[in-house]
């Protein structure tokens, strides 16, 4: 059975840190592209960076320089770190585990920036 288990979520004010972490099964950990998305209330679900397994990454333009996406292979893990928090970053953040024709999504987890 695929699972996907995010946590790391929060409040956090503007400028703060968090980590965001998706442990992963190992039966797809090797072959899946792994990514975060977002959704907040009203907007459609949108990617904010995605790690392939030899380790390339993608970032959207609203999260580069801010945060970083890394793998621990040891662990099936992946992680978003997540940098100078601005409050139009506050969303659901759901991880996601995508391979051809396969995605495999996480339940969510909440990301709330404000003061």
């Known amino acids: 059975q695929v699972q996907l288990v995010e946590s790391g979520g929060g409040l956090v004010q503007p400028g703060g840190s968090l980590r965001l972490s998706c442990a992963a099964s190992?039966?797809?950990?090797?072959?899946?592209?792994m990514g975060w998305y977002r959704q907040a209330p009203g907007n459609q679900r949108e990617l904010v960076a995605n790690?392939?397994?030899?380790?390339?990454?993608n970032y959207s333009d609203s999260v580069k320089g801010r945060f970083t996406i890394s793998r621990d292979n040891a662990k099936n893990t992946v992680y978003l770190q997540m940098n100078s928090l601005k409050p139009e970053d506050t969303a659901v953040y759901y991880c996601n585990a995508h391979f051809l024709h396969w995605d495999f999504w996480g339940q969510g987890t909440q990301v709330t920036v404000s003061s």
């Open positions: 190992a039966s797809i950990y090797s072959l899946y592209v």
């Open positions: 790690i392939a397994p030899g380790g390339p990454t």
